[in-house]
T-cell receptor
Framework: GQSLEQPSEVTAVEGAIVQINCTYQ??????LSWYQQHDGGAPTFLSY????GLEETGRFSSFLSRSDSYGYLLLQELQMKDSASYFC??????????FGKGTRLHILP | KAGVTQTPRYLIKTRGQQVTLSCSPI?????VSWYQQTPGQGLQFLFE???????NKGNFPGRFSGRQFSNSRSEMNVSTLELGDSALYLC????????????FGPGTRLTVT
């Protein structure tokens, strides 16, 4: 089967760092994407990893390990506006785009 | 550039009816994908179009169909609506055919009664 596994919820404190993990099982793999979605809003693209390693974009970083079928999104200096759902996504060998069920990030003041 | 637009934003239909949703991608984007989002199932891939050709289709019944026009605008159609079709339908466009960087529209909230 093909699936992406993410924790359903994560809680962190404002100003802290949080890591959201994503493990995948697909018949093929062409890279891992991350999206953010606020309540009532549409998903917005955050990052894409085609190769192993860390990609940094401001306060957000994304990491991929193809050998471990694992990736994560790292959010630093958390702000209240970062409270949202975060999705990982892949395009598999069948050329279909699969999203994880999403991780709801709660930020405490 | 203007973002992805979707019309209508909200729709209420009765079981058995059909519905057509429209999506206008970001200018220059030739790839358009459609997703169904529900609280229980998350984001589920419906289909993807590139240069007017359906590139692939998700695991949805044949009641769900779509097309893309020469200007990259896309429509999806759901026939014989069922209560379970109530969902947020999202359209996304991508600057490349690889689709790993997608830009989503605000969605159409469909309620089937």
């Amino acid at each position: 089967g093909q699936s992406l596994e993410q924790p359903s919820e994560v809680t962190a404190v404002e100003g802290a760092i949080v890591q959201i993990n994503c493990t995948y099982q697909t018949s093929g793999f062409y890279g891992l994407s991350w999206y953010q979605q606020h309540d009532g809003g549409a998903p917005t693209f955050l990052s894409y990893n085609a190769l192993d390693g860390l990609e940094e974009t401001g306060r957000f970083s994304s990491f991929l390990s193809r050998s471990d079928s694992y990736g994560y999104l790292l959010l630093q200096e958390l702000q209240m506006k970062d409270s949202a759902s975060y999705f990982c996504a892949v395009r598999d060998r069948d050329d279909k785009i699969i999203f994880g069920k999403g991780t709801r990030l709660h930020i405490l003041p | 550039k203007a973002g992805v637009t979707q019309t209508p934003r909200y729709l209420i239909k009765t079981r058995g009816q059909q519905v057509t949703l429209s999506c206008s991608p970001i200018s220059g984007h030739r790839s358009v994908s459609w997703y169904q989002q529900t609280p229980g199932q998350g984001l589920q891939f419906l289909f993807e179009y590139f240069s007017e050709t359906q590139r692939n289709k998700g695991n949805f019944p044949g009641r769900f169909s779509g097309r893309q026009f020469s200007n990259s605008r896309s429509e999806m159609n759901v026939s014989t609506l069922e209560l379970g079709d109530s969902a947020l339908y999202l359209c996304a466009s991508s600057p490349s055919g690889e689709g790993y960087e997608q830009y989503f529209g605000p969605g159409t909230r469909l309620t089937v009664t």
